[in-house]
């Protein structure tokens, strides 16, 4: 049993899950914007952080042009163009929306070994200040899948084998229609790379979720949930709707309620 988190935000439903962590997040770069020119911010790209990024989308009070954004996984073998694109998502969903101060998204249409070189540099050019994640059905934060995940990984981001559950989630996740059109190989950054972000702000919504966050608290830090890494983290919130929580409410975590 978890004894306690504080850094745990139950909501009734993913939209307001989505907006707690968008008023967040919007807090924390109000408060970095004050004293630094330049903000860091690592985006996921996923259906749990749509509620979240539109919020942030319509903010009155974020300076963009002082955000540097990036993106943090992407499949390997898609059209340029295809909607499942994980740059894609982003810009439809935020980056289209807003004037950033500049936008680094990982293209695997390159040759792999010089992106893996060229957004490398990119990532490790400063301090990331925050990063935006989620948690996979199996326990994956980025694309970090148990069978790939590596707690002291000495790459910035890597080239990895999707597992099966996760390509699953794809298509549960209304992304594909059929797992063979879900790629087996993506780039994404590693859980050190994750971990190095000052601040991390975890949406996770959804009953296909509540065993991975339930795995995540159990007290077990594990590759077999990658995402139990993020307990360690002295500054990672998480913001859940409660039926993504409900197995990780038996373990009589303390939680911040609506």
């Known amino acids: ?40 911010i690592v985006f996921a790209a996923a259906p749990s952080q749509d509620s979240m990024l539109a919020y942030l989308s319509n903010s009155k009070t974020i300076h963009w042009d002082k955000v540097v954004a990036f993106n943090m996984d992407e499949y390997i073998g898609l059209p340029a163009g295809a909607p499942q694109s994980f740059a894609n998502y982003l810009e439809e969903n935020l980056f289209s929306k807003i004037s950033l101060k500049s936008k680094y998204t990982i293209n695997p249409n390159l040759d792999i070994d010089e992106e ?44 990895v084998i999707l597992d099966k559950p996760c390509r699953t989630q794809q298509v549960n996740d209304g992304c594909f229609e059929a797992l063979d059109e879900v790629p087996k190989k993506a780039l ?5 790379t994750l971990l190095s ?29 990658p995402a139990s890494i993020l307990t360690t983290h002295n500054n990672c919130k998480f913001f859940f709707d409660e039926a993504a929580f409900k197995e990780a409410a038996k373990l009589e975590v303390k939680i911040l309620n609506d």
């Open 116 to 159: 893996l070189i060229r957004y490398s540099k990119l990532i490790s050019e400063a301090p990331i200040d925050i990063v935006c994640l989620g948690i996979g059905e199996n326990g994956h934060i980025a694309f970090n899948d148990p069978p790939v995940a590596d707690f002291n990984d000495p790459h910035i981001i890597k080239t």
């Open 1 to 40: 049993m978890l004894e306690s988190h504080e850094a745990i935000n139950v909501l009734s439903t993913g939209e307001l899950a989505g907006i707690a962590a968008g008023k967040t997040i919007e807090s924390c770069i109000n408060k970095l914007q004050k004293t630094q020119d330049s903000i860091r």
């Open 188 to 192: 994404t950054l590693t859980i050190p």
């Open 197 to 225: 972000g000052k601040n991390l702000f975890c949406v996770v919504l959804g009953a296909k979720k509540s065993e991975a966050v339930k795995n995540t608290f159990a007290g077990a830090v594990t590759t077999a949930c």
